[in-house]
């Protein structure tokens, strides 16, 4: 049987007509005369610079050096000129500490170092290889995997899941992934079981990917341990929770990590980077992006970090004119850009354009209380209720409604006939509580 969890939405002509334009189009590479390369891509505390304006640096070549206990280096993603070290606007509020580098478009590498093969290497070398190569979570979250493949102590893991899913709609750059690199992928994938001990993994996949699941089982095949779990086409397949529910039937507690449930989820992106920096010794700077929507010629390219919107919308021949918007990821997710300088980073798989009609906020209509909300709710919250407690300032009660379980990913709002800003109002409140918190 094809596995699930309760609640999600089905937001049909997006995931399947929104896929369409670059489901089938391979990934083709791009450059860019110029990066620009945040140090601060990743969840803790932003890298250190360790180049200036002027000097000259290789292809992989450490420019910014890990802080912090969450830290990860920064690489080159280009050989080339430092231009300068400052703070550029990017996807958060505030300027940003960004390296600017003028590409030579000669990369010349750094001297690379593997580590050893698939199933011979020493497994405890293999997380600090993998924070070496300045490794975070691929899928969005950006959160350091050298970290994650610590299993905290107390704690049991017997389960690793890759997740391919992809649900969010419009993004095929996973899919991509999965049918071009598949044998990176489960290289990865067993680097990841052999750092952790963990002897059982899965690579999940929704059932609207049937040439991603094929692949994927001819490259999984004869390896200890692993195999593709086929599941259900719904949203939000692809969460974090809702994924260990639907391929395990754990469920996370409140309040608690995959870990608490015995289980380590990544993404097949983060799986390839893994496998390139202990075999081949190559740090991440690049990844594939779906460029599509308003955009004349949509695609799946090979992005350098440091890439500014503007130049991987060129190299698909430009936004169309009535292009008033562009997000960084899916619609359901995403994060609306600024302005076309801010780039490309480790955890960017998507920009989504939207001409004016498809841009235009919808006006809020009253709740009528139909309940759809807390059907949709994959964590099996009351969505309405929090929202509202969010609007009147009442942040305790709506962290006691579960506030904080809420995984933002919009189904919510989605399915709401009242076109209710649900997302949007929680999202706001638990930024609030985790600058009271910073504060």
């Not at 334009?21 to 610079?49: D, E, F, N």
Request: net charge neutral; with cysteine; hydrophobic share 40%.
């Amino acid at each position: 049987m094809k596995r699930t969890f309760m609640g999600g939405v089905h937001p049909l002509s997006e995931i399947h007509e929104g896929k369409r334009p670059t489901q089938g189009l391979a990934v083709r590479p791009v450059t860019s005369a110029q990066v620009v390369i945040p140090v601060g891509q990743h969840i803790g505390a932003p890298s250190a610079p360790c180049v200036k304006k002027g000097d000259n640096v290789l292809l992989g070549q450490v420019i910014a050096e890990p802080v912090g206990g969450l830290g990860i280096p920064v690489h080159a993603s280009v050989s080339g000129t430092v231009l300068a070290v400052e703070e550029r606007q990017q996807l958060r509020a505030k300027p940003e500490m960004c390296i600017v580098i003028e590409n030579d478009m000669q990369d010349n590498w750094t001297e690379l170092t593997p580590v050893g093969e698939v199933e011979s290497v020493d497994p405890t070398l293999i997380a600090p290889a993998v924070k070496a190569a300045g490794i975070c979570g691929m899928g969005g979250a950006a959160f350091p995997t050298h970290v994650k493949l610590a299993v905290p102590e107390g704690k049991t893991v017997d389960t690793v899941i890759l997740n391919g899913c992809e649900c969010e709609p419009y993004l095929t750059a996973d899919h991509r992934q999965m049918l071009e690199n598949a044998d990176r992928i489960a290289d990865g994938l067993r680097l990841i079981m052999r750092a952790t001990g963990v002897k059982k993994a899965f690579v999940a996949i929704e059932d609207n990917k049937p040439d991603a699941i094929s692949v994927m089982e001819k490259a999984l095949a004869g390896r200890e341990g692993c195999e593709v779990a086929v599941l259900k086409t719904k949203y939000p397949q692809g969460g974090e929770k809702t994924l260990i529910q639907a391929v395990t039937g754990r469920e996370v507690p409140r309040g608690g990590l995959p870990a608490d449930a015995g289980v380590l989820v990544f993404n097949v992106s983060t799986a390839a980077a893994i496998a390139d920096a202990v075999v081949l010794g190559k740090p991440l700077v690049e990844r594939i992006v779906t460029v599509t929507g308003n955009v004349n010629e949509p695609a799946n390219l090979l992005v350098r970090i440091g890439t500014s919107v503007e130049e991987v919308a060129n190299a698909c021949g430009g936004f169309k004119e009535d292009t008033r918007k562009v997000i960084f990821g899916g619609p359901m997710t995403g994060i609306p850009a600024p302005d076309t300088t801010v780039s490309i980073a480790k955890n960017n798989n998507g920009l989504v354009a939207f001409n004016e009609k498809e841009a235009k906020q919808a006006e809020e209509q009253p709740c009528i209380r139909c309940g759809r909300c807390a059907m949709a709710c994959s964590i099996h919250l009351q969505p309405f209720k929090i929202a509202v407690a969010c609007r009147q300032g009442k942040l305790d009660l709506a962290k006691e409604y579960g506030l904080m379980d809420c995984v933002l990913c919009g189904a919510c709002s989605y399915i709401c006939p009242a076109q209710r800003h649900l997302t949007v109002a929680m999202k706001t409140a638990k930024e609030e509580l985790a600058a009271k918190a910073r504060r």
